[in-house]
T-cell receptor
Framework: AQSVTQLGSHVSVSEGALVLLRCNYS??????LFWYVQYPNQGLQLLLK??????LVKGINGFEAEFKKSETSFHLTKPSAHMSDAAEYFC????????????FGKGNQVVVIP | KAGVTQTPRYLIKTRGQQVTLSCSPI?????VSWYQQTPGQGLQFLFE???????NKGNFPGRFSGRQFSNSRSEMNVSTLELGDSALYLC?????????????FGPGTRLTVT
């Protein structure tokens, strides 16, 4: 079974400061890892994904994440926060083979302070 | 390509009634998954359909059911609605099963049970 832990339901960051959202996972098989963003009254939009290969992955809107197998982590970062980054962010894991079932973390609500 | 569409976007039902939600995947996608999102439980997997067959099912009671048609469109049905079924129901489509296919989400159907 797969599971995801995201600590800190609400994260406040100043405009221009580093955004860091932590994600730790557990998986019984090699995982695929994803970060999604959700704006109010909308569905989920894929930010980035790790499948195989390079452990540092770059996504949309200046976000990137690094897969660290030894730490079972997939933390999301952005060097400089923008007001438009205010949203809820979800880390998700699914097995690298078999079904498409995503297991999500509880999410981080990001507030950007001007 | 058009994205994932879900109808209706908003729905209000009374306890004890039943409801059917519809999802049209991205053209060419054969896998459709359904998720329930609530403030308390977060995002939870309901079930996945691939080529009209249910491939995987989450831990929800039998009141929750689904189906997929030959054109990959999917419906989910909830019978004997309970207050706790109030949630945002998200549908996601992907190009296949297994592999590195990411899931693309629709805007969701907001169900309110009174």
């Amino acid at each position: 079974a797969q599971s995801v832990t995201q600590l800190g339901s609400h994260v406040s960051v100043s405009e221009g400061a580093l955004v860091l959202l932590r994600c730790n996972y557990s998986s019984s098989v090699p995982p695929y890892l994803f970060w999604y963003v959700q704006y109010p009254n909308q569905g989920l939009q894929l930010l980035l994904k790790y499948t195989t290969g390079a452990t540092l992955v770059k996504g949309i809107n200046g976000f990137e994440a690094e897969f660290k197998k030894s730490e079972t982590s997939f933390h999301l970062t952005k060097p400089s926060a923008h007001m438009s980054d205010a949203a809820e962010y979800f880390c998700a894991v699914r097995p690298s083979y078999g079904n498409n079932r995503l297991a999500f973390g509880k999410g981080n609500q990001v507030v950007v302070i001007p | 390509k058009a994205g994932v569409t879900q109808t209706p976007r908003y729905l209000i039902k009374t306890r004890g009634q039943q409801v059917t939600l519809s999802c049209s995947p991205i053209s060419g996608h054969r896998s459709v998954s359904w998720y329930q999102q609530t403030p308390g439980q977060g995002l939870q997997f309901l079930f996945e359909y691939f080529s009209e067959t249910q491939r995987n099912k989450g831990n929800f009671p039998g009141r929750f059911s689904g189906r997929q048609f030959s054109n990959s469109r999917s419906e989910m049905n909830v019978s004997t609605l309970e207050l706790g079924d109030s949630a945002l129901y998200l549908c996601a489509s992907s190009g296949g099963t297994g592999g590195s296919y990411e899931q693309y989400f629709g805007p969701g159907t907001r169900l309110t049970v009174t």
